[in-house]
């Protein structure tokens, strides 16, 4: 990583070094432009070090070990013996090594855009410092990505809390782990560690922008797994003993030996000093920024988490790539229709496109199917029929706007679902579409068929 700010002018400085401003920079390359990357932490930004990757790798052990402990054939013994997750962490600490070369560094070397290790701040709307040298630019992109956010809860300050960030490097399970919240992080960093054999408890309402069959079948597949749901809000902690206790707005306490907090996300941009740039921001302070990602200053530009754009790596890439295009001259916005997403809880809870409810608040007459994976040959053969797919269509039309799954490979079963949306399918032609048996795609078929015929089918038919 490059320590030299040059004095010859880029025409790109990019702030962070995440999904966002890899892609701002790769893209302002294949068009010949010069770029440099300005990173106060470590290479990588979110995903590669504190998100996606650690929390699936993590993940994924956790679930091996799950499956030998809830093995549904019975004459296939399995069995699930003590965790070692210190083991766990550097195995996961090895891999994030590799990927922030390859994927970080090595790529940046290959595009040939420096990455200067420094922290960056403007000092009015055409200029940035780092570390107090002014860096000279033709555009500029925010791209420094979000935090866990910290509730304002009484008792909280003081208390040894977890993250999700912190909670990935531990050494040693916790006897007992309380969880605040029920979105995605929560979700994951809860089955996480039940899944490794630790009691947990959520406090807060789970999956509270999934469609509601989904969310409910979730929640009895926690219970099935140990998980204690309290569907209620955090109010305050406290502690008894060497216990963290938390009370909920109906009273209830709820202990553990160990507090995760997964409230949300907040925007990372503390000494930015974005108010000298003339750059606004909105009341949760994201950089607030048009169709074409430019900020308040036509020579800022944001993109990726920053902006509170959708919280996932691939938006983030796409609105960097977007933000680099404009600020060389092109007019470009990124199009989100069948927006896929994939919470990786096990089953998968996955979506494409819209929901019931926000179809509906569009002024979308919509139709909607639920299937149960009782009635998907692959769950049955599965031995897991735990899950539910719901599909999304316009009433008048028949055309696709949603398609939502809790099933096992429910996030790979989104791309076929984007696919269907973006090319505007009708029920009837995504019933009629070609899909390899026993494969749990194949319930997107299934549900869509609901749309024409409710009575039951044989198996292929």
Request: charged content about 15%; aromatic content about 4%; proline content about 5%.
């Amino acid at each position: 990583m490059s320590t030299s700010i040059s004095t010859a002018a880029v025409d790109l400085a990019i702030i962070g070094s995440g999904g966002a401003a890899m892609s701002a920079a790769i893209h302002a390359s294949l068009l010949g432009a010069t770029a440099v990357v300005i990173e106060r932490g470590t290479l990588g930004g979110t995903c590669v070090n504190v998100g996606c990757i650690p929390s699936k790798t993590l993940l994924a052990a956790a679930a091996a070990r799950h499956v030998a402990a809830t093995n549904p054939f019975r004459g296939a013994p399995t069995s699930a013996g003590p965790v070692d997750l210190a083991a766990l962490v550097s195995q996961k600490d090895e891999l994030l090594g590799r990927l922030r070369q390859a994927k970080y560094a090595d790529v940046a070397a290959a595009y040939d855009f420096p990455v200067i290790h420094g922290s960056a701040s403007f000092d009015g709307p055409n200029t940035l410092l780092v570390d107090g040298q002014p860096l000279t630019a033709n555009a500029f992109i925010v791209a420094t990505g979000a935090e866990g956010a910290v509730p304002d809860l009484p008792g909280l300050v003081g208390t040894d809390y977890l993250t999700s960030t912190t909670a990935m490097a531990l050494d040693a399970l916790p006897e007992s782990l309380v969880v605040i919240g029920g979105g995605y992080v929560g979700l994951e960093q809860a089955q996480l560690f039940a899944h490794l054999g630790v009691p947990v408890t959520i406090v807060g309402r789970l999956a509270p922008r999934a469609e509601p069959e989904l969310a409910s079948v979730l929640r009895r597949v926690f219970l099935d797994d140990g998980v204690t749901v309290v569907n209620d809000r955090a109010t305050a902690v406290g502690h008894e003993g060497q216990m963290v206790t938390v009370t909920t707005r109906r009273g209830r306490m709820v202990t553990g030996q160990r507090l995760l907090v997964a409230t949300g996300r907040t925007p990372r941009t503390d000494g930015l000093a974005l108010e000298k740039a003339g750059v606004n921001t909105d009341d949760r302070g994201f950089v607030v920024t048009d169709s074409q990602q430019r900020s308040s200053n036509p020579k800022v530009y944001a993109a990726g988490d920053v902006t509170g754009a959708p919280q996932f790596v691939y938006v983030a890439a796409a609105t960097g790539k977007v933000a680099a295009h404009n600020a060389l001259g092109r007019d470009e916005q990124v199009d989100y229709t069948g927006l896929p997403s994939v919470t990786f809880t096990r089953p998968q809870l996955a979506s494409a496109g819209l929901t019931e409810q926000q179809a509906l608040d569009q002024g979308i007459d919509c139709s909607c199917r639920v299937l149960d994976l009782a009635d998907v040959p692959r769950a049955l053969v599965n031995h897991d029929t735990r899950g539910v797919v719901k599909v999304v269509a316009d009433a008048q039309t028949s055309r696709v706007v949603g398609v939502h799954a809790l099933a096992d490979s429910a996030g790979e079963m989104m791309l076929a679902a984007t696919y269907a949306i973006k090319a505007g399918f009708t029920t009837d032609q995504l019933a009629d579409t070609w899909v390899p048996y026993l494969t749990m795609a194949e319930s997107i078929r299934l549900t869509a068929w609901l749309f024409r015929n409710q009575l039951p089918t044989s198996c292929c038919a």
